[in-house]
């Protein structure tokens, strides 16, 4: 069993509800109320629910207990979740709604994914929308899945001097330096349906997309 974490109705599309219904499910906000909504009582919900109205928090209220976040704090309220999720022990934690609307709220929500405890937890975490799948890959070699439904690859550095070797794409590359702002790693394409990908000295996020 997975687990999924909500937090807008952006860039979400319905058929996850019933997609993924006998996973478990964390609404974050407005998301804890989209759960609700679809029958989907959830683990957890965490927020200070600016983003809904007296009358939906009392919906939520009779279904679980909130966690209640004030307003002004440090963390977002998606930080705070993967923190909840993290030590869990599910195998994959997505992500939904993490992606739309404000651009300064999805480049924060794709720190999150870089929080060192995130990092460290056995749990995968992956953000996910429609289009797209993005995760973080740590130093190391690992085996990639292609997704049946997308067709590029994409390796963004996190940070400057990212060693990257790349093996069955069709694009391979032997230790090639990766530094921010060069786009050479970016709409690459499986050669079949797994790779190898191993990182030295940082990270990358690894996208996959749709046509």
Not at 34 to 53: T, Y
Not at 93 to 110: C, E, K, Q, S, W
Not at 144 to 166: A, H, M, Q, R, W
Request: net charge negative; aromatic share 10%; glycine share 6%.
């Amino acid at each position: 069993m997975n687990l999924h974490i909500i937090c807008t109705k952006l860039d979400v599309d319905d058929s996850i509800f019933e997609q993924y219904r006998d996973d478990d499910w964390i609404g974050v906000d407005y998301g804890a109320l989209m759960l609700i909504e679809h029958n989907i009582r959830p683990i957890a919900v965490f927020g200070d629910f600016d983003s809904i109205d007296e009358n939906e928090r009392a919906r939520i209220e009779n279904e679980i207990e909130i966690d209640y976040l004030p307003a002004e704090k440090n963390e977002t309220d998606l930080e705070v979740a993967l923190q909840y999720a993290k030590d869990l022990g599910y195998q994959k934690v997505f992500i939904h709604g993490a992606t739309g609307g404000r651009l300064d709220h999805f480049l924060g929500n794709l720190q999150t994914l870089l929080h060192p405890e995130v990092l460290l937890s056995q749990s995968e975490f992956i953000m996910v929308n429609d289009q797209n799948t993005i995760q973080v890959l740590a130093a190391g070699t690992h085996i990639i899945e292609k997704e049946y439904d997308k067709k590029y690859i994409s390796f963004i550095p996190v940070n400057d001097g990212v060693i990257l070797t790349l093996v069955g794409f069709k694009y391979d590359v032997e230790r090639f330096e990766v530094n921010l702002g060069i786009t050479r790693t970016v709409s690459n394409e499986f050669q079949s349906t797994r790779a190898e990908v191993t990182v030295e000295q940082g990270m990358v996020y690894i996208i996959q997309s749709k046509e």
